[in-house]
């Protein structure tokens, strides 16, 4: 039987954020349990390789598709993180919300049936306030994106936007309904280091020119961001704080511009090929309104990174595994 903490099940294990949640949970003594879509066919020694993870860390083969198939992992559980996620923006919009939702609400099923769960913590997507159709300078959690004013506008990647907007929605009432303890936590782009094999779309997407792509630079002039050990630390205190309720925002205070990014580059690493000055200050594209952490921050979660700390903790990361 794991002693420690207690065993947690982390869906998505594969990816930039759940892998570094696992690397914080084996660290802080959790055991844990990960799903992937590909196990054991894929090497997935980044993972098996964590300090600890010979002894705490098991991976399952599971598939959103067929949510029965999450048993063996969350079963003994005391908490879900569910992260995974349908990431094919290219699929009609109907057909990636129902799979996100129904694969979604399979786990809270599965954790529920299990008897052993306490909570499960959905990681949700800030899109999910961010198009409320509202000209606001700050969002917090009581603000909802509006399905019609995505239709309508058609913003970057709508059709996931639409499904992790019905997903959280659904996520929360199935929770109430059900007396199962769900909270969500409502993240920006996030940026920092990272082990999984796969350059982090957040990255690529906030840094594009770093990687020789120019054509992306108008889609956000600025955003809001967090640290990804930060996001890592947030998921670990809202399963150890009972008082935790309802949803939560998880981001720094105000946005960064891509001309400020630039700047942080410039002045950090100039062996790098940067964009020209004036054509960044005259980005058209989404801006993205600031995000409010007070709910979070009222809990007593306190956040260890800037905006600085998470560029450069991003970049190292992606020279030393060769993506620059």
Not at 124 to 136: F, P
Not at 201 to 228: A, C, K, R
Request: glycine share 6%.
């Amino acid at each position: 039987m794991a002693e420690g903490k207690g065993i947690v099940c982390v869906t998505g294990g594969t990816g930039f954020i759940a892998s570094m949640m696992i690397k914080r949970l084996l660290s802080d003594g959790y055991y844990v349990n990960t799903t992937t879509r590909s196990a054991p066919c894929k090497d997935h020694s980044f993972l098996t390789n964590l300090p600890d993870a010979s002894e705490k860390l098991k991976i399952f083969k599971a598939d959103l598709n067929n949510p029965e198939s999450f048993y063996p992992a969350i079963e003994g559980c005391k908490w879900v993180f569910h992260t995974a996620t349908p990431m094919d923006w290219e699929e009609e919009v109907d057909i990636l919300s129902e799979r996100t939702v129904n694969g979604a609400l399979g786990v809270l099923k599965v954790s529920l049936n299990s008897k052993t769960v306490k909570k499960v913590v959905f990681t949700a997507s800030c899109t999910n306030v961010t198009y409320s159709g509202e000209e606001v300078d700050e969002l917090d959690e009581s603000y909802w994106s509006d399905i019609d004013f995505i239709n309508k506008t058609k913003p970057i990647n709508w059709p996931y936007s639409i499904s992790q907007l019905l997903a959280e929605k659904a996520v929360l009432e199935f929770g109430e309904k059900h007396g199962l303890d769900v909270v969500t936590l409502v993240l920006p782009f996030v940026i920092g280091p990272f082990i999984c094999p796969k350059l982090p779309l957040s990255i690529q997407m906030t840094m594009s020119w770093l990687f020789g792509v120019y054509d992306e630079l108008g889609v956000f002039p600025s955003i809001p961001i967090i640290h990804v050990d930060d996001v890592a630390r947030a998921h670990i205190f809202m399963l150890e704080h009972p008082n935790i309720k309802g949803r939560y925002i998880c981001s720094l205070s105000g946005t960064i511009s891509m001309e400020e990014i630039a700047d942080l580059v410039r002045e950090n690493y100039p062996e790098f090929k940067m964009p020209i000055l004036d054509n960044l200050k005259e980005i058209k594209g989404e801006r993205t309104p600031s995000l409010n952490s007070k709910k979070l921050i009222d809990a007593g979660f306190v956040f260890k990174y800037g905006n600085k700390k998470a560029f450069e903790d991003a970049i190292q990361c992606c020279k030393a595994n060769g993506h620059l």
